[in-house]
């Protein structure tokens, strides 16, 4: 079975200042990672996904993550934050049917407060 | 592409009372998603589709929980006895089978709470 683990509940940071939210995951299977974030009210919007090649990858909004596979890692970081980015993230893989994708397996998610 | 779109937004009940909540997904994709998010958790699946199969369902679809994908568009999701733990967001997502960056498209979610 997969699991996932999003290390910080809440991580409240200054704005203009670098942020990494970090997530860990658990699987014996080949996997898809995924960082969605959600607003408040709303539903969840991509940020950005692993699927092969390159372990950083680039998403909206200035995120990056890189995939760590020994480690087993997938955290996000961007260099400067802006209060818009205020919001809850959620870490998120799916199971790699040789190529076709699973459900999707939720950590608990972090709350970024970002202050002025 | 107008995204995914879910009906109601807000759903107030009884306990007791049968709910149905419905989701249109993005009109060429075959899967579709249901899961369900808790106060302070992330989302946890419930069932998916594709076309008109429903091809998982997880062990926290309980025997009072159907869903069905009729012709393989939009998907109903029925509670019925509703009970106060079933207070929760119900959100939809629709995605390709194959390709298509593996993206699930998720709609506004539709907010049940049981008194």
């Known amino acids: 079975a997969q699991s996932v683990t999003q290390l910080d509940s809440q991580v409240p940071v200054f704005e203009e200042a670098p942020v990494e939210l970090r997530c860990n995951y658990s699987s014996s299977v080949s996997v898809y990672l995924f960082w969605y974030v959600q607003y408040p009210n709303q539903g969840l919007q991509l940020l950005l996904k692993?699927?092969?090649?390159?372990?950083l990858v680039k998403g909206i909004n200035g995120f990056e993550a890189e995939f760590n596979k020994s480690q087993t890692s997938f955290h996000l970081r961007k260099p400067s934050v802006h209060i818009s980015d205020t919001a809850e993230y959620f870490c998120a893989v799916s199971m790699n049917y040789g190529g076709s994708q699973g459900n999707l397996i939720f950590g608990k998610g972090t709350k970024l407060s970002v202050k002025p | 592409d107008t995204g995914v779109s879910q009906d109601p937004r807000h759903k107030i009940t009884k306990r007791g009372q049968n709910v149905t909540f419905r989701c249109d997904p993005i009109?060429?994709?075959?899967?579709l998603y249901w899961y369900r998010q808790t106060l302070g958790q992330g989302p946890e699946f419930l069932t998916y589709?594709?076309?008109?199969?429903?091809?998982?369902k997880s062990r926290l679809l309980s025997d009072r929980f159907s869903a069905e994908r009729p012709k393989g568009s939009f998907s109903t999701l029925e509670i019925q006895r509703t009970e106060q733990g079933d207070s929760a967001m119900y959100l939809c997502?629709?995605?390709?089978?194959?390709?298509?960056?593996?993206?699930?498209?998720f709609g506004p979610g539709t907010r049940l709470t049981v008194t």
């Open positions: 009109s060429e994709h075959n899967r």
């Open positions: 692993y699927l092969s090649g390159s372990t």
């Open positions: 589709f594709q076309n008109e199969a429903q091809l998982e």
């Open positions: 997502a629709s995605s390709l089978a194959r390709g298509g960056g593996y993206e699930q498209y």
